[in-house]
């Protein structure tokens, strides 16, 4: 799914849909680590951690698509 997900990133026709769908992945991910193994977090370089930065930055991609 991360694949997928990139190439549609990767487009220009796609990259919207690859954006909404990257964010809602990663919020999905993080809901359901928090979920299954809450101890995950506390780990300061941790897969859970690094999620929300890149939430940020996929949606600030998402609000200057338009602009380039």
């Known amino acids: 799914m991360d694949i997928s997900i990139g190439v549609l990133i990767a487009f220009r026709r796609s990259s919207a849909f690859g954006l909404i769908a990257g964010i809602v992945a990663s919020l999905g991910y993080m809901i359901g680590a928090a ?11 941790g ?22």
Not at 35 to 45: E, F, H, Q, S
């Open 35 to 45: 979920i299954l193994t809450p101890d995950l977090w506390d780990r300061a370089l």
């Open 47 to 68: 897969a859970l951690v690094k999620t929300g930065p890149a939430v940020v930055l996929m949606l600030v991609a998402l609000l200057t698509l338009d602009n380039r």
